[in-house]
């Protein structure tokens, strides 16, 4: 086992206990693995496929419980594996994420005399000085850390203009257990990826390594804190979210001190009914506040599970909105690059419209398909997709006769499994993200049907891409301009040069080609601003019909220009 992180409370990489943890993750991988290997890998090798399907149902379960046992005991970043595993209702079999659903309720608190022995060591004195109230039983228990609510002294809530606080301590020890389970789990990615099923599809090893970066991130509070105030700067004047304050001067690494604003968890019906305020409109506006992280800013909320958002009524000021949602634990966060959010929105835009083959192309262009894949059957399957359910919702999709999503599994199902499928870097938490999405809108109607969020959605997008495309149309044809008519002034500092006698020039036809070349620049110029004329007036017609029509009505002087212009 390597050793711990320096700096840790016991660094003793042979102390017993952890050489144990390290050991029992290890022994529990391996042999899932090798019982994985033999019934889905080596029986249907020798024809015995027949068997590994009869019992492939008991042993998910199996595996479930056993994963949950496990989790249960060690804690640490294990109950954390085990949430991403339930949160993949895409993926996994409903055996194991119904097994590990919940699991995070289940950690067991830590007495409260040694989160004050560690809250006072990192803030330097005893909490009696620091608040004017401490509550000993935990608000809630995390695998990393446990909350307490309490309240500010008078002086220091009237300058930070709240009194009520919830203070999140880590847990003792828990630096030591991430290093350990950070171990173990880079092993065991080390042995997936020498399995070319896996290797195939996913860099385990970097994906290990994304999941470590955020889990250590993750166990330093003062990096959540600055992320809580990047993420309520991005929705700056936005009524829907609201964010807890920070109250530095009481926050350290390993011990955060933040506004209290718990409300109406988000998934609670009864209580969200009870306040006047309907889950289905909740499900739409949560859905588009994570949209708007993903696709417009690419700093995300990556852990927006019911515990962390909750519904804010905002009493009787009419000029406000009446509720908002308020995210708390901002320590899991994501981050997507400007080059792999434009894919997002075209797979957005794709998905909208219904567009089987865009979807294929988005797809790879995120880079979720490796670049040697042949997608042609691919793009006909999506086609199909769409064509046969596309547009509705999860309640009408349950109504659907099972034999016909039967059909269209066992139609395509050899097309999905032989193309070269991947999960490229950075998309564990965007995954995850959605997956707590769709569960949570799901939750809260029912009835919620994607479509109706992604396509008005989309429809922004759209509106506000054309703007951008505009631009850029208009910045390269002034770009392309500006140089074409200059190109003359060129030419005749040239002929000056030649005149003067510092260049010697033995073409006596320079002067009519430099002609013909101005002419030639000045056309093109031309040309190039009709298309410019042209695209924008298209594209703005939409949203302004008489601006729209004036431009492309002033598009047809360059067009005769380019046109009728005199010969070269």
């Known amino acids: 086992m390597p050793p711990l992180r320096p700096g840790s409370e016991r660094s003793d990489p042979g102390h017993a206990r952890y050489r144990a943890r390290y050991r029992r993750i290890l022994r529990f991988a391996g042999w899932n693995l090798a019982v994985t290997w033999w019934f889905e890998l080596f029986l249907p090798r020798i024809g015995l496929v027949k068997i590994a399907e009869r019992t492939r149902t008991r042993r998910m379960r199996r595996f479930a419980q056993r994963f949950h046992v496990l989790a249960v005991d060690l804690g640490g970043l294990m109950i954390k594996v085990g949430q991403f595993m339930s949160s993949r209702l895409d993926v996994l079999p409903p055996e194991i994420t119904a097994e590990l659903e919940g699991l995070q309720d289940e950690v067991p608190p830590v007495d409260f005399a040694q989160i004050r022995a560690r809250a006072e060591a990192e803030l330097g004195m005893p909490l009696e000085r620091v608040f004017r109230t401490v509550e000993e039983a935990p608000l809630a228990a995390a695998s990393l850390g446990q909350a307490h609510r309490a309240t500010l002294a008078p002086a220091e809530a009237e300058e930070v203009g709240f009194e009520a606080v919830v203070i999140k301590v880590q847990r003792p020890g828990i630096d030591e257990i991430v290093d350990v389970d950070l171990a173990a789990l880079r092993k065991v990615g080390g042995w997936l990826s020498r399995v070319r099923l896996v290797s195939s599809r996913v860099d385990m090893p970097a994906l290990v390594e994304e999941f470590a970066v955020t889990s250590l991130e993750e166990i330093d509070y003062l990096h959540e804190g600055q992320n809580a105030e990047r993420f309520a700067a991005n929705f700056e004047g936005d009524d829907r979210i609201a964010v807890p304050g920070i109250v530095w001067e009481r ?78 634990d901002f320590g899991m966060m994501g981050e997507v690059p400007a080059s792999t959010r434009s894919g997002l929105r075209k797979l957005l835009f794709a998905a909208a419209s219904r567009d089987g083959k865009g979807l294929v192309k988005a797809i790879r262009n995120v880079g979720v398909l490796l670049p040697s894949a042949d997608t042609r059957e691919l793009e006909r399957a999506m086609t199909e997709l769409f064509a046969r359910f596309g547009g509705m919702g999860f309640a009408e999709l349950r109504e659907v006769d099972p034999r016909e999503f039967r059909d269209f599994a066992v139609q395509f199902s050899d097309v999905i499994r032989s193309l070269p499928f991947q999960l490229p870097e950075n998309f564990l938490l965007v995954i995850r993200a959605m997956s707590l999405v769709s569960g949570v809108c799901s939750a809260l109607d029912p009835e919620f049907n994607l479509w109706d969020s992604v396509e008005p959605y989309a429809a922004q997008l759209l509106r506000d891409e054309r703007g951008n495309v505009v631009q850029d149309i208009a910045q390269q044809a002034l770009g392309v301009a500006g140089t074409l008519w200059g190109l003359p002034n060129r030419v005749d500092a040239l002929l000056g040069r030649v005149e003067e006698g510092a260049l010697e020039v033995q073409t006596p036809r320079l002067e009519r080609r430099v002609a013909r070349l101005e002419r030639t620049g000045r056309r093109a110029v031309s040309a190039l601003i009709f298309g410019a004329l042209l695209i924008a007036g298209a594209v703005l017609r939409a949203d302004d019909l008489v601006f729209g029509t004036v431009l492309m009505s002033l598009s047809a002087v360059p067009l005769m220009h380019a046109v009728f212009a005199r010969g070269v």
């Open 251 to 328: 926050s350290a690494r390993r011990v955060l001190t933040l506004e209290d604003v718990t409300a109406i968890k988000i998934t609670d019906g009864d209580a969200l009914r009870a306040a006047g305020l309907e889950p289905s409109e909740v499900a739409h506006v949560f859905a588009s506040v994570m949209f708007d992280q993903l696709f417009t800013h690419g700093f995300f909320h990556a852990d927006p599970h019911p515990g962390n958002v909750f519904v804010t009524p905002r009493g009787g000021n009419s000029d406000a909105v009446p509720w908002q949602l308020t995210f708390i």
